[in-house]
């Protein structure tokens, strides 16, 4: 099973000039990550306030903390995150990011799986830092803000067109993956293993329906008007052809998940996207009952890694 996993979402400046670490010659698959200064506490960032305009930049307090205060415990770790280097031919042999997800949200999170698939080392060195001036670009239009304390605010001051985006971004992410954004405390990526999965569900209405498509391959719904809808709206969001998931004439999936949505719970809800580590846990062709999920298997064959390649426009 996993470690402990973690669920991200962020922006980041770039540097990388405290790198000094050594590989063999024209051998550049590792991708490179600085640690970073940040608004939010966990491994690779530290909370420092240096100033949140460039007007205010309290460089030479940064650079002091830098050299008297800052003792990184590790030379490296293994993860990755914004700022990122790598060649130029490696990046392109994966076609680069998926413009599925243009311009913004879960274009890393969706490369670093690839890289990994890929077979890419990944390297964070815990001796540089980054320091980041947060609240720019899309997702607070106005700019970094403090409250009367002093203290930086960011909640509940996006942008409607940063929302909007990061919802695109993210019901595509699970289209693509079958999961959120997975990782552990260093930023490793974790992927699920990507099966083919096909929901058969009764009693379907629109908001289940908006709800469950994204997490699985195919839906079988015995309501065309309500599909056909469904389409109509959310078609423009996604380069995947909704018709193919969710108007098949026959169920072909190589696993098939039946319940009914009137009896689904929040914790049935939790189980249905644990489904593919559930599935990879027992290894077994066959039939079984989940709670209220009936789950045939006829095979347990992945994908993920057909997705290393993103499709080029």
């Known amino acids: 099973m996993m470690a402990s996993l973690s669920i991200s979402l962020r922006e980041i400046t770039i540097s990388i000039d405290a790198l000094n670490l050594e590989f063999e010659e024209q051998r550049f698959d590792t991708v490179f990550m ?22 205010e930049f309290k460089e030479q307090e940064l650079l002091k903390w830098y050299s008297e205060d800052y003792k990184p ?11 990122w280097a790598i060649y130029k031919k ?61 203290d ?89 052809d909704l018709k193919e998931r969710l108007l098949k004439s026959e169920i072909d999936n190589d696993i098939v998940v039946e319940f009914d949505l009137f009896k689904l719970t929040q914790n049935d809800w939790e189980i249905l996207k644990m489904l593919p580590e559930i599935i990879e846990d027992s290894g077994k062709i066959g039939k079984f009952t989940l709670e209220i999920f009936d789950v045939t298997i006829t095979s347990l064959k992945t994908y993920e890694k057909e997705l290393i390649k993103c499709n080029l426009n």
């Open 34 to 55: 600085a640690n970073l200064i940040h608004i939010i506490s966990d491994p690779e960032k530290v909370i420092k306030d240096f100033g949140i305009e460039p007007e």
């Open 73 to 83: 415990q590790q030379e490296t770790t293994e993860g990755i995150f914004a700022p």
């Open 90 to 150: 490696d990046f392109q042999s994966i076609n680069g990011h998926d413009d599925m997800f243009a311009p913004q949200s879960k274009e890393d999170s969706d490369i670093f799986n690839r890289f990994i698939l890929a077979g890419y080392e990944v390297v964070q060195t815990r001796e540089g830092c980054v320091y980041h001036m947060t609240c720019r670009g899309s997702r607070f239009a106005d700019g970094a803000q403090r409250n009367p304390m002093g």
């Open 152 to 240: 930086v605010t960011m909640v509940g001051r996006e942008t409607d067109e940063w929302l909007l985006q990061n919802e695109r971004s993210t019901r595509n992410f699970a289209r693509k993956w079958s999961s959120y954004c997975l990782h552990d405390d260093y930023l490793k990526p974790y992927i699920q293993p990507k099966y083919n999965i096909g929901y058969v569900v009764e009693n379907c209405n629109m908001d289940g329906l908006r709800g469950l498509e994204p997490w699985s391959d195919s839906m079988y719904i015995n309501d065309k008007e309500l599909v056909e809808q469904y389409i109509k709206e959310e078609q423009p969001q996604t380069k995947f």
